[in-house]
């Protein structure tokens, strides 16, 4: 479909829920293509093709709303789903800050953030065997050691994203992203560790080597053979990118609107104040072109900007759409994330904790006894009272050196004494990732082991 037909469908929409008696109405339209291909110890494991499209309509009747949604967009499905929204929103409970956003951006084009590579829709099924192929061959080739695999995994695909309200707002995204995963396994003496690494971009041609990603998935995967259980002790903690990076996730949580207009965030009250380390900065970048995040407009329609939440350890603001935005009294930062069937929430596109100049191995050396998380396991936080604590592998530190594995172990502390105890930051963040962290060095954690 060109962008004459999306809006064609868009209009015919919230005409015909206008005309029903809505007094605003939105809707989200979004179609999609996804191609994923597995394979595993050199045979083709199993591929899987899809092609979805998704008409979401949230119709506004006084301060009432109703979010109705169906995969039919022929003239009859869409008067059906018109018919659905107004036969229900009559029921649905009175909400004084329910409503369109109130800036007026109709008539502003969208950003172009090259965010579609046209490459990757006429990729074809054996040329993403091909890659996922040569990444686990590359693990193989690595050592001897490395003998199992739960597999090696291409996807690919397309997103079309269309959004349109009767305020004259019409927006249209086009998106594309392929990613690249292996899970070796390496096995000595009777035991097996597993691990991976990835790759994943907008452009097929950004996609990191095949073969490297492989052999980075397999030594990873060595270096946890002959793992011990750790001793338990309070001692610094170094989380590794990836797993730092589920730290901007807990953070996220915690400014999150609905978190804070419900109270149950350990940081309400807190903008202004200092709640982390001076090294803490962290920001949320929608435009950042090809990012894996990256989007023009947010949920609610608005146009995306660059956002700084935290700046040299002092909370700025908090994330917030349009909805809670004004339970809180202050416009919305446009973090607006919404799936066609539902209502919009606050999510974020490309957050990231700044990184340094060091090298990681530099963070290493400042550490006389401690430990390197490489992985974290389970769900022990809690971003109401900010407590800590979850499941562990990773690499024991001596005398600013990596020494042995070590599993089996808990970390425990708290959000606020873990982001006012970093004294180190990498330059190894993931590009990759919609929530990107370098290393962190924490100046103390309890470790729950043996």
Request: glycine share 8%.
């Amino acid at each position: 479909m060109d962008d004459n037909s999306w809006q064609s469908v868009t209009d015919s929409l919230i005409k015909q829920a206008m005309h029903a008696g809505a007094t605003d109405a939105e809707v989200l339209l979004r179609t999609s293509t996804r191609t994923e291909v597995v394979t595993r110890m050199g045979e083709t494991d199993g591929v899987l093709q899809a092609r979805e499209t998704v008409a979401g309509l949230r119709v506004f009747s006084g301060t009432r709303s109703v979010v109705v949604s169906g995969s039919d967009i022929s003239e009859p499905a869409l008067a059906a789903l018109v018919d659905a929204a107004m036969s229900r929103v009559r029921f649905a409970p009175e909400d004084p800050f329910a409503g369109l956003p109130d800036v007026d951006e109709s008539g502003t084009s969208t950003p172009d953030l090259d965010l579609y590579d046209p490459q990757l829709e006429s990729l074809d099924i054996e040329q993403a065997l091909s890659l996922s192929y040569e990444a686990e061959r590359a693990a193989f080739g690595v050592d001897p050691r490395i003998s199992n695999s739960e597999g090696s995994e291409c996807v690919y695909g397309c997103v079309d994203e269309v959004f349109s309200n009767s305020r004259n707002v019409y927006r249209h995204c086009r998106s594309s992203r392929i990613d690249l995963h292996v899970v070796p396994l390496a096995i000595a003496n009777g035991v097996m560790e597993r691990d991976s690494w990835f790759s994943s971009k907008r452009y097929l041609s950004d996609l990191a080597d095949p073969a490297t990603i492989g052999e980075l998935a397999a030594h990873r995967a060595l270096r946890r053979l002959s793992a011990v259980q750790a001793l338990t002790c309070k001692v610094p903690v170094i989380f590794e990118a990836r797993a730092a990076a589920s730290l901007l996730g807990d953070l996220a949580t915690a400014v999150s609107g609905y978190q804070i207009y419900k109270k149950s965030s350990y940081l309400c009250g807190k903008i202004g104040e200092v709640i982390g380390s001076a090294l803490l900065n962290v920001e949320d970048n929608p435009l950042v072109p090809r990012g894996p995040g990256s989007r023009p407009f947010d949920g609610d329609g608005l146009l995306t900007r660059r956002l700084p939440i935290v700046e040299n350890g002092r909370l700025l603001t908090y994330l917030t759409d349009t909805y809670s935005g004004r339970r809180l009294g202050v416009e919305s930062t446009r973090n607006a994330n919404r799936n066609p069937a539902d209502a919009p929430m606050v999510g974020v596109s490309n957050l990231r904790l700044r990184s340094t100049d060091v090298p990681v191995g530099d963070l290493i050396s400042e550490v006389k006894n401690g430990v390197m998380v490489t992985e974290l396991f389970g769900f022990g936080v809690n971003t109401t009272t900010g407590s800590y604590s979850r499941g562990a592998a990773g690499i024991w530190i001596e005398n600013g050196r990596l020494t042995y594995p070590v599993h089996e172990f808990t970390i425990a502390s708290t959000l606020p004494l873990i982001f006012a105890g970093i004294v180190g930051i990498a330059d190894d963040a993931h590009p990759d990732m919609r929530f990107s962290s370098p290393s962190l060095l924490i100046s103390e954690m309890t470790i729950a082991g043996k």
